[in-house]
């Protein structure tokens, strides 16, 4: 039972650049998130998925687009990388988006954007 | 606006308790109130959630005050693995299922 995992672990893009974030969890959770850590702060929502098949805009999704594959993976695209979205991205997971349930997080991808 | 008031550090020694506060004054009454923890380079753990009762689980203990507007994060006994930065955190009501985190604490734990 791997929990959520994320691939790759670390990226350097150049800017405008494209790439995909990978996140997968075998919790047969219903809902999934994506946020950002930037140094010294909180974790911010970036886009989230409540249930497969649909997805919603967060508190931050300008610069990104995300896919809910099937019911384990949900990722997220940059499409035109910029500085500002270096940062460290962690994809989480719970069986719903009710107020009592508890999160897993995945252990992160550093991405760093020049 | 911060949803959330924690100190920015604590020290403790190893073996001791601690006792890390929070303030939620703008929680709703049926908002819970969630502590995750980050270790260095890895992403936030859950730790342990509550409602109105205090709480205990193996990692620690919740105890929310009457009125809900401020809980504390107690580990009986502190060890260096417990060395983290604390998340006091909740959803405030949004219906997106998110976790709105502050800056949290950061726990020194001392040999």
């Known amino acids: 039972n791997a929990g959520v995992t994320q691939t790759p672990k670390f990226q350097v893009l150049k800017t405008g650049q494209s790439m995909t974030l990978q996140c997968a969890q075998d919790m047969n959770h219903n809902s999934m998130y994506w946020y950002r850590q930037d140094p010294g702060m909180g974790l911010r929502l970036i886009y989230y998925s409540a249930s497969e098949g649909t997805t919603d805009k967060g508190e931050v999704p300008n610069g990104y687009n995300v896919s809910r594959l099937n019911k384990r993976e949900f990722s997220l695209r940059l499409e035109s990388a910029a500085p500002s979205q270096t940062s460290v991205y962690f994809c989480?997971?719970?069986?719903?988006?009710?107020?009592?349930?508890?999160?897993?997080f995945g252990p992160g991808t550093r991405l760093l954007v020049l | 606006d911060a949803k959330t008031t924690q100190p920015n550090s604590m020290e403790s020694n190893e073996e001791e308790p601690v006792h890390l506060p929070c303030n939620h004054s703008?929680?709703?009454?049926?908002?819970?109130i969630h502590w995750y923890r980050q270790l260095p380079s890895q992403g936030p753990e859950y730790v342990i959630h509550g409602l109105t009762s205090n709480v205990n689980n193996r990692m620690a203990s919740l105890a929310i005050a009457e009125d809900r507007k401020s809980s504390t994060l107690i580990l009986h006994r502190a060890t260096l693995r417990d060395a983290a930065v604390y998340y006091c955190?909740?959803?405030?009501?949004?219906?997106?299922?998110?976790?709105?985190f502050g800056k949290g604490t950061k726990l020194s734990v001392k040999p």
């Open positions: 955190t909740s959803n405030y009501g949004g219906s997106q299922g998110n976790l709105i």
């Open positions: 703008t929680i709703s009454g049926t908002d819970y």
């Open positions: 989480a997971s719970s069986f719903s988006t009710g107020r009592g349930e508890t999160q897993y």
